[in-house]
């Protein structure tokens, strides 16, 4: 089985079919891990609360997220639940927040809130902002550090990486 590309999906997938008795290549255009889009996001672990109910993007977001902390325990990588405000100042603002709201509870987002100023000064007095919705499961991860962590168990468990090796057709 080839996989293409060895950024955090590549490496992820390379490390789950890992765990059974498969011979797997990972082909990366790059000398390294962790080189393209995956070592330039911003290292959120999101909660669900934006997607589409139904979907399998929102379905494979509320679980990552759920099963995170047993991952990053597995692979030794720091993960902090810092939780994330999205905050707002007019009336417009609190609808839009509401569907957001509404969007991540369908979607089976646990612990969605919307909180008042105090609160919100409690959580980041830098925020600034009349109220917010607070999404308690929200997280921060190096990007780097976890995809190098997923791509080592990949290998430790018996996947080939072949690096400077661009797919074309």
Not at 121 to 149: K, R, W
Request: hydrophobic share 40%.
């Amino acid at each position: 089985m080839l996989i293409i590309g060895a950024g955090v999906v590549g490496s992820a997938i390379a490390r789950e079919l890992s765990r059974y008795k498969l011979k797997i290549g990972v082909l990366e255009k790059e000398l390294d891990v962790c080189c393209e889009s995956s070592g330039r996001n911003s290292g959120v672990l999101h909660a669900g609360f934006t997607y589409k109910t139904g979907s399998l993007r929102a379905q494979c977001c509320v679980e990552g997220n759920a099963e995170f902390d047993r991952v990053a325990f597995e692979l030794e990588v720091p993960f902090k639940r810092t939780g994330k405000v999205i905050v707002g100042f007019t009336d417009s603002d609190r609808q839009s927040l509401l569907k957001y709201k509404a969007l991540g509870e369908a979607n089976g987002v646990p612990g969605l809130e919307i909180i008042d100023k105090r609160r919100l000064e409690e959580l980041d007095s830098s925020a600034g902002g009349e109220f917010a919705m607070y999404s308690p499961s929200s997280g921060i991860l190096n990007p780097f550090v976890y995809t190098i962590a997923l791509a080592e168990n990949a290998w430790q468990n018996g996947t080939d990486f072949f690096f400077d090796q661009q797919v074309t057709a």
